[in-house]
């Protein structure tokens, strides 16, 4: 292999890592978006519900006086994973069966930020960062890189690489190709999850601005998703004028 063709293997690396990362964050701030979304369509639901109620008034009466959980409850992506910081022997014997499976560069990769890491070596000397990292955060990135590998999230494992200034141009043509294509399939997984979240009905009611009729096509779908009784767009429509404060 020419010269120019690592040189471009090396670019197509780096520019494939900046596109996760876009849509890394792109999924963290519309899953954020969704929260905010879903907080503000309960208060509207809390209004037709009651109207729900006064219209069927002779009904006898539900035994929830409660919102229905959303079928579009919105989870907050994991940028941080949850785990012990002492693995029992059974994880630690999963996770060396599971090397197995990756590739040579995906285990040395993986073995490089464990050094670096590990909360009985900390070999990484988190000063010679511009931000530099206390003894809990450098502790969390083992706990995180384990769960990374794990998971097979090849993408986030060569991030946290470049932040803790592993260098990545050390792999044969054929790795880098590989990791290229590892973190391509990452960052499609990260459009789709962007794509379907950005399609649900509470991302059409946060983002209608002031759009009453698609405020109010939102907000019905959303309550019969919900199985909310006797709602009507009669219903619907007295419920927004009163969430806007437009009554008259």
């Known amino acids: 292999m020419s010269r120019n063709e690592e040189l471009e293997l090396q670019i197509d690396l780096r520019r494939?890592?900046?596109?996760?990362?876009?849509y890394r964050d792109e999924k963290e701030d519309s899953y954020n978006l969704l929260k905010m979304y879903n907080d503000d369509i309960r208060g509207a639901l809390e209004i037709l519900l009651r109207r729900c109620k006064e219209a069927t008034s002779s009904s006898p009466p539900e035994e929830h006086e409660g919102i229905p959980e959303s079928q579009e409850k919105p989870h907050c992506p994991p940028t941080t994973h949850e785990a012990?910081?002492?693995?029992?022997?059974?994880?630690?014997?999963?996770?060396?069966?599971?090397?197995?499976?990756?590739?040579?560069?995906?285990?040395?990769?993986?073995?490089?930020?464990a050094v670096k890491t590990h909360p009985d070596k900390l070999l990484y000397t988190s000063g010679s960062m511009q931000h530099p990292l206390s003894e809990e955060?450098?502790?969390?990135?083992?706990?995180?890189?384990?769960?990374f590998y794990k998971e097979k999230n090849t993408a986030a494992l060569l991030d946290m690489a470049v932040d803790l200034d592993i260098e990545l141009n050390r792999f044969e043509a054929s790795e880098t190709q590989g990791v290229i294509d590892y973190i391509r399939q990452n960052t499609e997984e990260l459009r789709l999850e962007i794509m379907n979240a950005q399609h649900t009905t509470l991302w059409i009611w946060g983002r209608a601005k002031g759009d009453r009729e698609l405020m109010?096509?939102?907000?019905?779908?959303?309550a019969l998703s919900l199985k909310i009784a006797g709602v009507t767009q009669d219903i619907v429509d007295q419920t927004l004028a009163e969430y806007l404060g437009d009554e008259e």
């Open 16 to 22: 494939s890592l900046r596109a996760w990362r876009y």
């Open 84 to 113: 012990e910081t002492e693995s029992s022997e059974s994880e630690e014997k999963e996770l060396a069966d599971s090397m197995e499976e990756f590739p040579k560069w995906m285990k040395q990769l993986y073995r490089d930020i």
């Open 137 to 147: 955060e450098v502790t969390q990135r083992f706990v995180d890189a384990k769960s």
């Open 216 to 222: 109010a096509s939102a907000l019905k779908t959303h």
